[in-house]
């Protein structure tokens, strides 16, 4: 078995999941074997084993660690005591930064996601639909209470805001000529923009 932490003091699951994750990013989730990323991560198969029941658990746990992190954070913002558009503004920026800072868990997780048995995906999908309905709780409370427009519903305000967040993988290159702050920035005031009455 190999020792619970390396030199480093880094314990065996994130040893695991950070060469999974190095792996599924560079050569693809079904062209990643075990025997490759236990070697990369200097553990057995049977730490591996120990624990995460499969391949398919180290790809849904690439993605729920990083949508767990978003949802503490949202949750965080949302029970704030602070009006609305500033609580909802720094859920917008914050979901764009906690992306860009897991770049690869994310396109990882686009590209993989069919890899995932139907229960699997169902249970990420449970998960996304919580995150996404905290967000949406926040669009409407301000539309209900005349902060936002009630022009756009506010399903269709989530999936346009998302729908930047999720393709951020594609294009987003952290030499490029804007931060990963300066891009949250510029798509929490989109958002803002497009809810002012």
């Known amino acids: 078995m190999a020792k619970a932490t390396d030199g480093n003091g880094t314990p ?3 040893r695991l999941l950070a060469a999974a994750t190095r792996l599924f990013a560079e ?3 079904d062209r990643t074997s075990v025997q490759e990323i236990v070697e990369a ?3 057995t198969k049977g730490a591996l084993y120990h624990y995460f029941g499969s391949k398919e658990d180290l790809l849904q746990e690439v993605y729920s660690r990083v949508l767990r992190l978003q949802q503490e954070r949202l949750d965080g913002y949302a029970n704030a005591d602070a ?4 609580r909802l503004r720094e859920a917008a920026a914050d979901v764009v930064v906690t ?8 396109s990882i997780f686009f590209r993989s996601m069919h890899h995932l048995s139907p229960e699997k995906n169902k249970q990420v999908r449970v998960e996304r639909r919580r995150y996404h309905e905290r967000f949406r709780a926040l669009v409407e409370e301000g539309q209900r209470t005349g902060v936002f427009s009630s022009a756009t519903p506010a399903d269709l305000v989530v999936d346009y805001h998302f729908g930047s967040v999720h393709h951020l993988s594609t294009w987003y290159r952290p030499d490029g ?4 702050q300066e891009v ?4 929490a005031d989109l958002l803002l923009r497009a809810l002012r009455p």
């Open 12 to 14: 065996v699951p994130q």
């Open 27 to 29: 050569r693809g989730y």
């Open 41 to 43: 991560a200097g553990v």
């Open 83 to 86: 009006p609305i558009e500033k």
């Open 99 to 106: 992306t860009i800072e897991n770049l690869d868990d994310a």
């Open 177 to 180: 000529p804007l931060s990963q």
């Open 184 to 187: 949250a920035d510029h798509l």
